[in-house]
Protein backbone atom coordinates (compact mmCIF):
# COMPACT_ATOMS: atom_id res chain seq x y z
CA UNK A 1 0.00 0.00 0.00
CA UNK A 2 2.62 2.35 1.23
CA UNK A 3 4.60 1.67 -2.62
CA UNK A 4 1.22 2.34 -4.22
CA UNK A 5 1.23 5.81 -2.53
CA UNK A 6 5.00 6.80 -3.13
CA UNK A 7 4.80 5.14 -7.25
CA UNK A 8 1.20 8.37 -7.12
CA UNK A 9 3.17 10.62 -5.81
CA UNK A 10 6.21 10.14 -7.78
CA UNK A 11 3.86 10.18 -10.92
CA UNK A 12 2.04 13.10 -10.02
CA UNK A 13 5.38 15.51 -9.64
CA UNK A 14 6.50 14.16 -12.98
CA UNK A 15 2.58 14.60 -14.82
CA UNK A 16 3.33 18.64 -12.82
CA UNK A 17 7.01 18.83 -14.38
CA UNK A 18 6.11 17.96 -17.74
CA UNK A 19 3.05 19.73 -17.67
CA UNK A 20 5.52 22.73 -16.58
CA UNK A 21 7.84 22.33 -18.97
CA UNK A 22 5.23 21.97 -22.49
CA UNK A 23 3.84 25.37 -21.37
CA UNK A 24 6.26 27.71 -20.79
CA UNK A 25 5.85 31.24 -18.54
CA UNK A 26 3.32 33.38 -20.55
CA UNK A 27 4.19 36.18 -22.72
CA UNK A 28 3.12 39.57 -21.40
CA UNK A 29 2.59 40.69 -24.82
CA UNK A 30 -1.26 40.61 -25.80
CA UNK A 31 -2.32 38.19 -28.33
CA UNK A 32 -2.09 38.98 -31.38
CA UNK A 33 0.74 41.50 -30.75
CA UNK A 34 3.50 39.18 -31.14
CA UNK A 35 6.48 38.89 -33.24
CA UNK A 36 7.16 42.64 -34.83
CA UNK A 37 5.27 44.80 -32.88
CA UNK A 38 5.35 48.21 -34.53
CA UNK A 39 5.70 50.78 -32.29
CA UNK A 40 5.93 54.13 -33.35
CA UNK A 41 8.94 56.20 -32.60
CA UNK A 42 8.40 59.75 -30.22
CA UNK A 43 11.43 60.62 -31.97
CA UNK A 44 10.36 60.34 -35.43
CA UNK A 45 10.82 63.84 -37.05
CA UNK A 46 7.54 66.44 -37.12
CA UNK A 47 6.64 67.22 -41.09
CA UNK A 48 7.00 71.05 -41.18
CA UNK A 49 3.79 72.44 -41.57
CA UNK A 50 2.77 73.84 -45.35
CA UNK A 51 3.37 77.34 -43.76
CA UNK A 52 6.55 77.13 -43.19
CA UNK A 53 7.27 75.41 -46.25
CA UNK A 54 5.72 78.13 -48.25
CA UNK A 55 8.12 80.34 -46.28
CA UNK A 56 11.50 78.52 -46.86
CA UNK A 57 10.59 78.33 -50.17
CA UNK A 58 10.01 82.26 -50.43
CA UNK A 59 13.57 82.62 -49.41
CA UNK A 60 15.02 80.46 -50.60
CA UNK A 61 13.97 81.97 -54.11
CA UNK A 62 15.60 85.76 -52.68
CA UNK A 63 12.48 87.42 -54.61
CA UNK A 64 10.63 89.80 -52.29
CA UNK A 65 7.45 89.53 -54.47
CA UNK A 66 7.38 85.43 -53.28
CA UNK A 67 6.64 86.78 -49.83
CA UNK A 68 2.97 87.66 -50.79
CA UNK A 69 2.26 83.50 -50.94
CA UNK A 70 3.18 83.31 -47.15
CA UNK A 71 0.51 83.78 -44.64
CA UNK A 72 0.04 87.38 -43.71
CA UNK A 73 1.52 86.92 -40.26
CA UNK A 74 4.81 85.88 -41.74
CA UNK A 75 5.23 88.04 -44.22
CA UNK A 76 7.19 90.72 -42.70
CA UNK A 77 10.14 87.85 -41.62
CA UNK A 78 9.85 86.84 -44.81
CA UNK A 79 11.05 89.97 -46.57
CA UNK A 80 13.27 90.35 -43.86
CA UNK A 81 15.10 87.23 -44.19
CA UNK A 82 15.46 87.68 -47.83
CA UNK A 83 16.88 91.12 -46.80
CA UNK A 84 19.44 89.68 -44.02
CA UNK A 85 20.49 86.95 -46.86
CA UNK A 86 21.00 89.84 -49.58
CA UNK A 87 22.88 91.71 -47.48
CA UNK A 88 25.38 89.06 -45.73
CA UNK A 89 26.10 87.95 -48.92
CA UNK A 90 27.02 91.64 -49.83
CA UNK A 91 28.68 91.88 -46.61
CA UNK A 92 26.30 95.34 -46.50
CA UNK A 93 25.52 96.51 -42.75
CA UNK A 94 23.41 99.69 -44.67
CA UNK A 95 20.96 97.09 -45.88
CA UNK A 96 20.48 95.29 -42.34
CA UNK A 97 18.93 99.05 -41.20
CA UNK A 98 15.48 98.17 -43.24
CA UNK A 99 14.88 95.00 -41.38
CA UNK A 100 11.94 95.96 -39.04
CA UNK A 101 11.77 92.38 -36.94
CA UNK A 102 14.43 93.16 -34.43
CA UNK A 103 16.52 89.14 -33.52
CA UNK A 104 16.68 89.16 -37.76
CA UNK A 105 18.25 92.86 -37.93
CA UNK A 106 20.50 91.75 -35.12
CA UNK A 107 21.68 88.45 -36.36
CA UNK A 108 22.27 90.53 -39.88
CA UNK A 109 24.37 92.84 -37.91
CA UNK A 110 26.33 90.41 -35.64
CA UNK A 111 26.88 87.78 -39.01
CA UNK A 112 27.93 90.52 -40.99
CA UNK A 113 30.69 92.36 -38.43
CA UNK A 114 31.98 88.43 -37.43
CA UNK A 115 32.40 88.23 -40.97
CA UNK A 116 34.41 91.33 -41.92
CA UNK A 117 36.36 90.94 -38.73
CA UNK A 118 37.39 87.43 -40.24
CA UNK A 119 38.88 88.30 -42.91
CA UNK A 120 40.19 92.29 -42.18
CA UNK A 121 42.99 92.85 -43.13
CA UNK A 122 45.82 95.00 -41.40
CA UNK A 123 45.53 98.70 -42.48
CA UNK A 124 49.11 100.76 -42.67
CA UNK A 125 47.93 103.86 -41.11
CA UNK A 126 51.71 105.38 -41.05
CA UNK A 127 50.86 108.03 -43.77
CA UNK A 128 48.79 109.33 -41.06
CA UNK A 129 50.95 109.76 -38.20
CA UNK A 130 51.84 113.54 -39.10
CA UNK A 131 48.61 114.35 -40.18
CA UNK A 132 46.67 116.51 -37.34
CA UNK A 133 43.86 115.04 -35.16
CA UNK A 134 41.05 116.86 -37.00
CA UNK A 135 41.92 114.89 -40.57
CA UNK A 136 43.06 111.44 -39.13
CA UNK A 137 40.01 109.85 -39.70
CA UNK A 138 39.44 111.51 -43.14
CA UNK A 139 43.37 110.04 -43.75
CA UNK A 140 42.53 106.45 -42.78
CA UNK A 141 39.37 106.62 -44.91
CA UNK A 142 41.69 107.41 -47.75
CA UNK A 143 43.88 104.34 -46.66
CA UNK A 144 40.92 102.31 -46.74
CA UNK A 145 39.54 103.33 -49.55
CA UNK A 146 42.98 102.82 -51.30
CA UNK A 147 43.09 99.27 -50.47
CA UNK A 148 39.21 98.73 -51.44
CA UNK A 149 39.82 99.87 -54.81
CA UNK A 150 42.86 97.72 -54.87
CA UNK A 151 41.49 94.62 -53.69
CA UNK A 152 38.13 95.30 -55.04
CA UNK A 153 36.84 94.27 -51.75
CA UNK A 154 33.50 96.03 -51.24
CA UNK A 155 33.40 94.93 -47.42
CA UNK A 156 36.40 96.83 -46.68
CA UNK A 157 34.35 100.36 -46.89
CA UNK A 158 32.19 99.21 -44.12
CA UNK A 159 35.26 100.16 -42.01
CA UNK A 160 35.64 103.14 -43.06
CA UNK A 161 35.54 105.97 -40.05
CA UNK A 162 33.79 109.08 -41.88
CA UNK A 163 29.93 108.70 -42.51
CA UNK A 164 29.68 109.66 -46.27
CA UNK A 165 33.06 108.26 -47.22
CA UNK A 166 32.18 104.75 -46.76
CA UNK A 167 29.36 105.47 -49.63
CA UNK A 168 32.29 107.09 -51.99
CA UNK A 169 34.66 103.80 -51.34
CA UNK A 170 31.56 101.45 -52.62
CA UNK A 171 31.54 103.91 -55.77
CA UNK A 172 35.64 103.52 -56.45
CA UNK A 173 35.09 99.94 -55.57
CA UNK A 174 32.33 99.48 -58.33
CA UNK A 175 34.28 101.34 -60.62
CA UNK A 176 37.46 99.30 -60.31
CA UNK A 177 34.95 96.15 -60.63
CA UNK A 178 33.56 97.54 -63.92
CA UNK A 179 36.88 98.08 -65.29
CA UNK A 180 38.47 94.70 -63.97
CA UNK A 181 35.44 92.52 -64.90
CA UNK A 182 34.59 94.43 -68.28
CA UNK A 183 30.87 94.31 -66.72
CA UNK A 184 29.26 97.82 -66.49
CA UNK A 185 26.33 96.23 -64.20
CA UNK A 186 28.12 97.30 -61.38
CA UNK A 187 27.79 101.16 -62.50
CA UNK A 188 24.23 100.87 -62.05
CA UNK A 189 25.26 100.37 -58.13
CA UNK A 190 27.42 103.88 -58.26
CA UNK A 191 25.41 106.44 -55.88
CA UNK A 192 27.48 109.58 -57.37
CA UNK A 193 26.02 110.66 -60.52
CA UNK A 194 28.93 111.75 -62.17
CA UNK A 195 30.95 108.90 -61.02
CA UNK A 196 28.22 106.28 -62.46
CA UNK A 197 28.36 108.68 -65.66
CA UNK A 198 32.26 108.30 -66.08
CA UNK A 199 31.82 104.93 -65.11
CA UNK A 200 29.31 103.68 -67.74
CA UNK A 201 31.84 105.48 -70.07
Known amino acids: MRKAVVSMVILLVIIVGVSLLWHPATNTTPKGRQGNVNVQSSSAPAKASPKVNTLSEAIKSGDYKSCSNVAPELRQGCIDRIVKVKAISALNLSMCD ?56 IELCNDVPVKGLDQACRDNVYIALAIRTGDKSYCDKIVDNGKRASCMG
Do not use: H, M, W
Request: charged share 35%.
Open 98 to 153: GIKTGFIKNDCVNSIKSRIQASKPKYDFSRCDNVNEADKEVCESNVITSLAEKEAK
